[in-house]
């Protein structure tokens, strides 16, 4: 089990050491620890010598969301970008149970509240995210090292460091929840052991006092954090000084966007004493911090060595266009990647057997190579075109008949198959649409597939009936016709009898993401301005695209659209879907931008996959009718059970 780099053959027993004390939870408010090894006893003890205060700093880590893994990340498959095998469950898990519109109060799906999953196949049950007891544990983390008298042995730079870690730690958390939740309860301290059971009831804070806080933890985590890990063969993966700054500017963004700021929907949710858990009252100045919060993100990034990726050691002399690919690609799954700013020790990427269905000319394996992960045709339709303008406002192509099938060229060998036959969705596109996805007849570049003495991939999937990445399997297929290859690290082995995954820290927060949350704030304090059009052109450059006002003047039938600031928002919002798209992000973005009751209210659509022939499988077929009921779906239900038991809890609205 890979929880840390850091440490790991140093502190291996540490760590395992540390996991176990999560064994034993801390469900009583009589005692905090119900199990622990014999060498702990006591929480006194664990802070008696720096050894075992390391440990529960380690614990403290050990909740971080395993946002990498699609079984335990609601962004991934909770909205509409990815989609599972309509008649077999065995893939189906709580975060796509969101997306088909089963969520409930009774029995909550990816219950953080309570620190239960539930809802996967067979109603299985995830243990593993319990918020509240990560937070308790930063307290107590926090209480014992800023008494001076405890661990002794402990060095003052270190001391502050661990604060600092522990402090950050405890932000996130809260930050977590709230962008769950809405408003939640502030566990600044814990509830002393000896309090009574009426002491140990919560409320809910106002958004905006839960906001203020969690950023006042940051900034206090940021002085004592440092700029950069030193020691890189055991440390990376803690938090540093721009780990902090991001994470703040993360937060003031989403405390900015219209689900938060000024939403009249939520106007009238108070809590039980009638105090307004939402400010109804739009505050410009929110942008304006959050603008400035993530400028200081950026610029602490770059100060640390943090850029945009680029494919750049051609050790095998690509072709420009498939070196296009690997710097959009590589930008996520290259390990430690130098645009990562905070790669998620604890959560290595594990989803690409369901990414990448068996290729032609390769492993043929459909357990080894299962390719279930399926963006629908709205996915596909979001890439721009190749001139970098969406494909309903290129003035100088038309992609109205865009299931017409046409006939693959060999200039068009990097991309789809010379000769193949494939629908005119699949041509004239960005450079991020032939990096991101894979469909029937295109190019599945991978190191391992190279031909001798040619730069041509020999791996190309065939998608239709019966054929290797078809529809055919008992189990295993794509239910939409499309593939998720942005995942998948070019470097994993696939070609050979068994397959061996290259695996990433998960990228939690990459230099990209900042780029475009500065464009999309600094649009909302000075409208279509020239600052952030520049930092989107940042992001459009790494893709292989004209710069915006390039490409809408000279490729768009709204050749105006970014000089207004509606326009220039519409545009940084499909950009930001784009760039960023399987990562997890498009569903807290529909949230926050409040586009989720449009977006999540259409079909899910894909290709004919019954079918074996060009002129039956290119047919789009309707596989489910997404239902999302605002405001009830934007916020997760705390669950009847907590509800119930604590009398100054309220429920979210409409459930």
């Known amino acids: 089990m890979k929880v840390f780099r850091f440490n790991i053959k140093r502190n291996k027993v540490l760590l395992f050491s540390a996991l176990f004390l999560l064994a034993g939870g801390f469900s009583s408010c009589k005692k905090y620890l119900d199990v622990v090894p014999d060498d702990i006893s006591t929480i006194d003890h664990a802070f008696k010598l720096r050894n075992e205060a390391e440990k529960f700093l380690f614990t403290c880590y050990s909740y971080m969301p395993k ?106 958390y809260h930050y977590h929840m709230l962008r769950m939740y809405g408003p939640i309860p502030l566990m600044v301290k814990n509830v002393p052991v000896e309090s009574d059971l009426a002491s140990s009831y919560v409320r809910r804070a106002p958004v905006d006092s839960c906001v203020n806080t969690i950023s006042a933890w940051l900034d206090s985590a940021t002085k004592f954090l440092p700029v950069r890990i030193q020691d890189e063969n055991n440390e990376l993966g803690r938090v540093t000084q721009p780990i902090a700054l991001a994470l703040k500017a993360k937060l003031l963004v989403m405390a900015a966007s219209p689900l938060f700021n000024g939403n009249p929907e939520f106007a009238g949710f108070k809590d039980k004493e009638g105090v307004a858990l939402f400010n109804s009252k739009f505050e410009a100045a929110k942008w304006v911090k959050a603008r400035d919060a993530v400028k200081a993100a950026i610029d602490a990034a770059e100060s640390n060595g943090n850029a945009l990726y680029y494919y750049t050691n051609d050790v095998l002399q690509l072709n420009d266009v498939t070196k296009t690919q690997l710097n959009i690609r590589n930008a996520v799954t290259q390990r430690w990647g130098i645009e990562h700013i905070w790669a998620n020790p604890n959560m290595y990427f594990p989803n690409s057997a369901l990414c990448m269905p068996p290729m032609e000319r390769g492993n043929s394996d459909h357990f080894a190579l299962q390719g279930v992960w399926a963006p629908p045709i709205k996915m596909a339709k979001l890439f721009y075109t190749s001139n970098g303008v969406p494909i309903d406002e290129d003035k100088t192509m038309s992609f109205a008949n865009y299931d017409q099938l046409r006939t693959a060229t060999v200039g068009e060998r990097y991309n789809i198959e010379p000769g193949f036959v494939t629908a005119r969705l699949n041509y004239d596109r960005e450079p991020r649409f032939y990096a991101d996805l894979g469909f029937d007849g295109s190019i599945w570049y991978m190191k391992d597939g190279n031909s001798t003495g040619s730069d041509v991939n020999t791996f190309y999937v065939k998608a239709k009936n019966a054929e290797r990445a078809g529809y055919g399997h008992y189990i295993n297929w794509s239910e939409t016709g499309y593939f998720v290859k942005k995942l998948v690290n070019w470097e994993s082995t696939t070609n050979g009898s068994t397959v061996s995954w290259k695996q990433y820290p998960w990228p939690e927060i990459r230099l990209a993401d900042l780029y475009l949350l500065y464009a999309e704030t600094e649009n909302e304090v000075n409208p279509a301005s020239a600052e952030a059009i520049t930092y989107l052109d940042k992001v459009r450059k790494r893709a292989g695209l004209k710069g915006v006002v390039e490409s809408w003047t000279n490729f768009s039938s709204k050749p105006s659209k970014y000089t207004t600031q509606a326009g220039l928002r519409e545009i940084i919002h499909r950009e930001r879907a784009i760039e960023m798209m399987f990562e997890g992000q498009r569903f807290w973005d529909l949230r926050r931008w ?41 916020f997760w239900p705390v669950g009847n059970y907590d509800t119930r038991r604590n009398p100054l809890l309220v429920e979210n609205l409409g459930w």
């Open 67 to 172: 946002n990498g893994d699609g079984w335990y990340n609601p962004g991934m498959a909770g909205a509409d970008e990815i989609w599972y095998p309509q008649v077999d469950q065995t893939h189906w898990h709580a975060a796509f149970r969101i997306a088909l519109g089963q969520q409930n109060a009774a029995s909550p799906l990816f219950d953080e509240w309570a620190g239960l999953r539930k809802g996967g196949s067979g109603n299985a049950r995830y243990d593993y995210q319990k918020m509240w007891n990560g937070i308790r544990n930063c307290n107590i983390l926090l209480e014992n090292l800023q008494d001076e008298n405890k661990v002794p042995d402990l060095s003052l730079s270190e001391r502050s460091r661990w604060i600092g870690e522990g402090l950050f730690l405890k932000a996130y």
């Open 594 to 634: 409040k586009e989720a009751s449009d977006e999540l209210n259409k079909d899910i659509t894909g290709w004919s996959i019954h079918s074996k022939t060009d002129a039956t499988y290119y047919k789009e077929r309707v596989i489910f009718s997404q239902r999302f009921i605002a405001p009830r779906d934007y």
